[in-house]
């Protein structure tokens, strides 16, 4: 069985698309693709997909994970092309690498966020940023299926600034008017701290409130790098041990191969 590592995107208007949405549009992908998908046991088989840490529906991303099983070898290069060619514009598969290691999800640790805020004075964020920075916890609620709860945002952050825009990913809307970017690096903690949650936070200590909501795009997630405090790419260390594995799909062809002339 061969397993398949996946990095695809929610963009534009497809931000708004739910993780079930999201389900759904990849499994009709893998049935046009004809993916030789591996299957659950059981009386009600289903597909092995495992999603890890999406995000929430109304926000946008360019790091999604996934993993898919396989019960006949793939090349992982052309299986994601066709995939991304099944797949609606703006839920776009943009990578994809044989697994050669365990813990997907555990590599994910921390997120890159961008938060566009129409409506905010860069100034008037710098001066919030500031204070949400130097204040020990910043505590926000947030209703959940048990209720009310409340917790401390800010001791997920890692990094929040302001960012000119020159710096940011293209915008899903026109910035006609005063527009504050925020760069923001956020630990998978528990509970999960979220973007609106740190925007929650920057209400409280500075009343920070945007007239709009915010534009929020997932630009990386992966591993937390203590020493850089970088989050780096958690598919770098399957490529890293494509060397030290052998192929799956050249072996396979290989075995299929016949065999030459006798010289």
Known sequence: MQRIRLRYTKRGRLRFTSHR????AFERALRRS?????????????????????????????????????????????LRELLDESMPVGLDIIDAVEAHTSGLAERLT????????????PADAVRAVEAFLAAEAVEVQRRTKNGMRTFDTRGAVVSLEVVPASATAPADRPLDNACAILRLVVRHLT??????????????????????????????????????????????PDREAVTAAPPTVAVAADAKAPEGPAA
Do not use: C
């Open 110 to 121: 921390a997120s890159v966020w961008e938060l566009r805020l129409d409506g905010v004075d």
């Open 191 to 236: 509970p999960a701290v979220r973007p609106d949650d740190v925007l929650s936070g920057l209400r409280t200590v500075a009343d920070l409130t945007p007239p709009v909501p915010a534009a929020v795009t997932r630009l990386a997630q992966g591993l937390f790098d203590e020493e850089s405090g970088t989050v780096t790419d958690p598919l770098a």
């Open 34 to 78: 004809e993916v030789p998908m591996a299957y659950s046991a059981g009386f009600t088989p289903h597909p092995r997909v495992s999603y890890a840490n999406a995000a929430p529906t109304g926000t946008g991303s360019e790091a999604e994970y996934l993993e898919i099983a396989l019960a006949e070898p793939r090349d992982p290069a052309k």
């Open 21 to 24: 949405d999201f389900q759904r």
